[in-house]
């Protein structure tokens, strides 16, 4: 009864949906446990491409899929993207939420807003979706869970208490209980017979020995307490938010597969130590198409970093990695590999925890030659360049881990699988 976890390891965007949805077609369910619609993964198969923001990846392999209470769930986005899905002929009658995922209302949006408005050029340059501020209202105690959204009376209810308290937090808020609850309880209408105990549907999944993939959104340098604080998510990412965000014990999860991009990406403000800029930095961005799914922002664009992966490596205990658009980095004559860092002089193996040492450290660079063969119709290892395959043995002693898997092309077809996980 395997429990199997993919997580983005660097900071997001590293190519999860597809190793999510690859994986899906050997599981028997797929479950969301972290997040909201400020996540994007993008799927290309049989020349479509679909985006998704808040349903798991696995929503096309017509097996169960799990919102799990670790998420938190704006129910206006989740409707728009479920109407999307079917709209492309997607059978969405297998989505469950779980009743202890918290809501997004509108008003966390424009607290959102205010709270970056307010930070001025400190901005943390979130995605403005009300993320933030929801995960702040789940631990002051004061959110409202979708077993209450579901419940009408129950609804209004929370409504007439929560809201008071937003707005004498912040005045700027224009909204009345009576405006929030006459468009959101139809909402509620349509989501109530997807929401349950999603923690017992798994356990009962367990028992039944079911295959369960576990679907991390962001990358684990985007952890609360592990990534560049305080340009963050709200959430835990990595393997280490599985077990509260889907309601399972650790002993249920048998691998980690950690899914990193053969360079390094960044969305948004906050450190990047193997930033690079110019021709180079352009020419990956085209070739790799490194634009937001959610944002359409130009993404920063960086070396492969040793010293994230190994963090992220230690944080989920990863068992595997994925190294996915390989074929990108065709045509660069020369890569570097950051193998550590160097702080005030000081080598350094390790992310520091502040802003200030963040911004000081800096890379150690080692190159290699690249490679200019076309990559992208191979079907295993043995037929990569040899100065490919070198990058890739060096990428695994450098983060002490195997890779299991590598992509040399956006479709399904273009995954080279070296190990099976399920």
């Not at 400020?38 to 985006?51: L, M, P, R, S, V």
């Not at 297998?94 to 607290?111: C, F, G, N, Q, T």
């Not at 340059?125 to 933030?132: E, H, Q, R, S």
């Not at 609804?155 to 609850?181: C, M, N, Q, T, W």
Request: glycine share 10%; with cysteine; charged share 25%.
């Amino acid at each position: 009864m395997p429990g199997v976890v993919v997580v983005g390891s660097q900071w997001g965007d590293e190519g999860k949906g597809k190793i999510t949805d690859y994986l899906s077609s050997k599981a028997d369910v797929v479950v969301r446990y972290q997040g909201g619609n400020n996540a994007g993964h993008t799927i290309e198969f049989n020349n479509q491409k679909y985006a998704l923001r808040l349903v798991p990846s696995g929503i096309f392999s017509g097996n169960p899929v799990v919102l799990g209470n670790g998420m938190v769930i704006n129910p206006k986005a989740l409707l728009e993207e479920i109407k999307y899905l079917n709209d492309a002929n997607i059978n969405t009658s297998k989505i469950l939420i779980s009743d202890r995922a918290h809501v997004i209302l509108p008003y966390h949006l424009e607290i959102d807003a205010l709270q970056e408005k307010y930070r001025g050029d400190k901005n943390i340059g979130t995605t403005k979706k009300g993320i933030g501020p929801t995960y702040v209202d789940k631990y002051a105690r004061i959110g409202i869970r979708m077993g209450e959204f579901v419940n009408e009376e129950l609804f209004k209810e929370r409504l007439a208490e929560v809201l008071p308290l937003k707005k004498r937090e912040y005045p700027e808020l224009d909204f009345s209980v009576e405006g929030i609850f006459e468009e959101y309880k139809e909402y509620a209408k349509i989501i109530k017979p997807m929401v349950c105990d999603t923690a017992l549907v798994l356990d009962e999944a367990f028992e039944n020995k079911k295959n369960i993939l576990f679907e991390g959104a962001q990358g684990t340098m985007l952890d609360i307490d592990y990534g560049t604080y305080p340009y963050v998510t709200s959430s835990h990412p990595g393997a280490n938010g599985v077990c509260e965000g889907a309601g399972v014990g650790p002993v249920m999860i048998d691998e980690a597969i950690g899914i990193v991009k053969a360079y390094t990406t960044r969305v948004g403000s906050g450190a990047f130590p193997t930033e690079i800029e110019g021709e180079i930095a352009n020419t990956i961005r085209e070739v790799g198409r490194e634009y937001g799914t959610v944002t359409k922002r130009p993404r920063r664009i960086g070396w492969f970093d040793a010293v994230v992966v190994n963090q992220s490596r230690r944080m989920s205990g990863l068992t595997g990695i994925s190294l996915m658009l390989l074929d990108v980095l065709t045509g660069v004559e020369e890569l570097s590999i950051c193998t550590a860092y160097t702080l005030d002089g000081k080598v350094i193996h390790a992310l520091p925890s502040t802003i200030s040492e963040l911004d000081r450290v800096q890379p150690v660079l080692e190159t290699m030659p690249g490679w200019s063969e076309d990559i992208t119709t191979v079907t295993s290892f043995a037929e990569l360049p040899e100065n490919c395959k070198k990058y890739l043995h060096r990428i695994e002693e450098l983060i002490k881990c195997p890779i299991v898997m590598f992509s040399v092309g956006p479709d399904r077809t273009q995954t080279i699988v070296l190990k099976e996980v399920f």
